[in-house]
């Protein structure tokens, strides 16, 4: 079986996979987080979204060997120092999430979408976050924590 | 009022693990030594099984058994039940067939359980089920609801002539018959209340584990009520007896009534982790939650409404087929019955109602309670009924109502369908909504979009919905197979924090936090001390779960009953201490006192003095630790009114939903941030509903056409709008906190607002989901019948 290394939330990680193995397996399986969501087979509902060098990724859509040598970030890494990032504490504060399950990956494409536009309309912001389905929330409080949480980020 | 007490905004304590990747969903969850499950299912809708040879499957890699049906009647695992008895008009019980978690000798729809591959790894009894050969001899099918009872449709069960589980009545024919007579206008509709897959983010999933050495079983599994699930593996599937069973429903990613139910896999799961001695995982993919979790809705309805010259309702009428898919699920023979057509009177004095309901089976995936169940198809009926009838009677569709309202002097109010209401002020939520939707200035607004080529509708929904699931004696005697109390078990620890636990679950509603406000608020303890733990056969009192928006109203009332006894034991523990007669001890804000001296004891003092007895009253029981059971009064009886208004573009048949204003009576709130996003919630799902989602099955073939979120529309961010939310309480007078409920109002309310603002914009009947074909079609098709 072929190796994969990789940095995960500033970690060095290396391990065996076959070649069908997915990100999200590796990051949930191998490494144990399980922060990283599966909510679906059809790379549909955005559940798995992580960082890879910087940008956010279907985790369930990429393999594990694609990530090879590359610099990844999952929810459990966005918090530092025992301090939320700003768009944990967004959403905490805006109740942007009621079952939990989709917020790893709306958190995730949130943050990615405020560093590509610091200041995103209620339009972007719904427009964005298409690729993340909800089942919980109808958006509306997803809506307000991303624009608190673009606010917090210093956008 | 407490900064964290009953009313407040208090954020979430269940938020900081579950943003921080730290939440135990059911795929979180491995233990020592675990293998994995996959499940052979039917590729056809209707066929019979010559037989299954499993042998090749067996020596693929890595596969620790192939199960099957054969093998699961030979150990005597039950067929799995539905708990609530239906009788016919004619007094007949309901016809329900045989449901067997692993088919026998029949499949009954696309996804039907075959086999269960158990494998150390998923993609080993993933590729091994591959490899299992099921010889079927394929039958016609039928999955359509409407013609499932029609002459020569494929029979399904052998032993149910004509796919007929119940042909239902509720009230009397003959005397609506008559009252329609002296009409003075009918108005009457065709409704096809469309099929919907709940789609819970968290698929369902099951991880089972025996121990040889005590013989316990424990089951992890995606449940809203975890007891009720360790009741039925025992006492009807026979899979473990209930002392040696655990049942553990951790966090759970959404339920939406989807998680109600005993389904074949975990039940299969559980079974196979005996007899292969090993802890076995089972996840859902998201393509099998499409076929085989419990679907909703799915009504074709006729139904009319009878009015004399003033716009009076002075008679209603509805004649429903519901689908139940190919077997009976847990509750399925409720919903479309006991919780539909009770709810047919809406806000309204229509003095007589008659009902009848046939549910049908098909070569679907059974049917079963999904957010609001039965209400919202009810919900639908009604207000669709009344907003066509003031268009044709030329009334303003806000004045039909006024003119209809149960007024507020005539609670409780009893309906000709059942249901006492035990109150409700509904013109004054009716106001408040209509000045929410700034109602006065639509016609400027319909003006201005027919300027931009437009057209803008609006749509009412004045809802009631009965939560608070239920009185058990009620119940009992409309045939369901349970009591529906609540327990809750409040327990001081010895250094004055508070354990409460719940029969309850949240899987999103919130209540860690909810039920927290509510003893730290009651008992005066600080709420960071107060810790609610539910979901766990082993920890705390039996309790029934969380649907039917019956947490708080239920569960919050037995909590609140735990606290009056740990208030009166305090009190005696108290007086004892501070040297006063009991009667003389008040209680407030966290102290005993001594009425009328400044002599007191907190609470947490209290908790120690029970604890550690030394100076203590003769004859009491130690410690600090209350359980009640709470059996509730009556239903509860939400109700609000929600206005949609949207525009449509004629050219593409796109609909914008420009402005959503709901105003809920909820009786009283503990948490308005967490209701206001169950309001949301609800909402999204009734405009995917309306606009979007609708579960399609192949007529010919049988097999799912919307099998995949590239196939189901789910509502995404940028198909809804902003919502406006307005509070209306009216305190309920029958439980401690005079709440009602609110997790299924948004999704009860939205379908009617959405389409009767819809068929306002564009001048024609329509069906759900107005999808931008079907409307441009239904648009095209009026100016062509024009032209
Ligand atoms: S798990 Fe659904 S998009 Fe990746
Ligand atoms: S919070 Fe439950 S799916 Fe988004």
Known sequence: ?155 | MADNGIGTRTVRKEDQRFLTGKGNYLDDINRPGQAYAYFVRSPYANAKINGVDTSAAAAAPGVVAVLTGQEMAADGIGPLICGWMISSKDGSPMNAPAHPALAVDKVNYVGDHVAIVVADTYNQAKDAAELVEVDYDELPSVTDTAGAAAAGAPQIHADIPGNICYDWELGDKAVVDEAFSKAHHVTSLDMINNRLIPNAMEPRAAVAEYDPGTEDMTLYTTSQNPHVCRLIMSAFLQVAPEHKLRVIAPDVGGGFGSKIFVYAEETATLWASRRVNRPIKWVAERSESFLSDAHGRDHVTHAEMAMDENGKFIAMRVSTIANLGAYLSTFASAVPTYLYATLLAGQYTTPVIYAEVKGVYTNTSPVDAYRGAGRPEATYVVERLVENAAREMGLDPAEIRRRNFIPNDAFPYETPVVHTYDCGDYPKALEEALKLADYDGLAARKADAQSRGKLRGVGLSAYIEACGIAPSAAVGALGGGVGLWEAAQIRFNPTGNVTVLAGTHSHGQGHATTFAQVVADKLGVPYENVEVVEGDTDKGPFGMGTYGSRSIAVGGSAIMKAADKIIEKGKKIAAHALEAAEEDIEFSGGNFSVAGTDKAMNIGEVAFAAYVPHNYPEGLEPGLDETAFYDPLNFSFPSGVHIAEVEVDPDTGVVDIIKYSAVDDFGNVINPMIVEGQVHGGIAQGVGQALLEGCVYDDDSGQLVTGSYMDYAMPRADDLPSIDIGMSPVPSPLNPLGVKGAGEAGAIASPAAVINAVTDAIGADIDMPATPLKVWQTLNSAKAAAE
Not at chain 1, 8 to 37: C, P
Not at chain 1, 88 to 109: D, I, K, W, Y
Request: some cysteine; proline content about 3%; overall charge negative.
């Open chain 1, 1 to 155: 079986m072929p190796t994969v290394s990789m940095s995960v939330n500033g970690k060095q990680y290396s391990g065996e996979v076959e070649a069908r193995t997915l990100l999200s397996q590796f990051i949930r399986d191998q490494l144990g987080l399980t922060g990283t969501h599966i909510g679906c087979d059809t790379s549909q509902c955005g559940a798995c979204v992580v960082h890879v060098d910087g940008r956010s990724v279907k985790s369930c859509t990429t393999l594990a060997l694609q990530a090879d040598g590359a610099d990844v970030t999952t929810i459990e890494g966005l918090a530092k120092d025992g301090q939320l990032h700003p768009m944990q504490e967004a959403f905490r504060e805006n109740h942007g999430l009621q079952c939990g399950f989709c917020t790893p990956g709306m958190v995730m494409s949130a943050v990615d979408l405020v560093n590509n536009n610091p200041n995103p309309s209620e339009e972007t912001i719904r427009e964005n976050l298409d690729g993340n389905i909800c089942r919980c929330t109808g958006y509306h409080n997803i809506v307000k924590a991303v624009k608190a949480g673009a606010q917090g980020m210093g956008g």
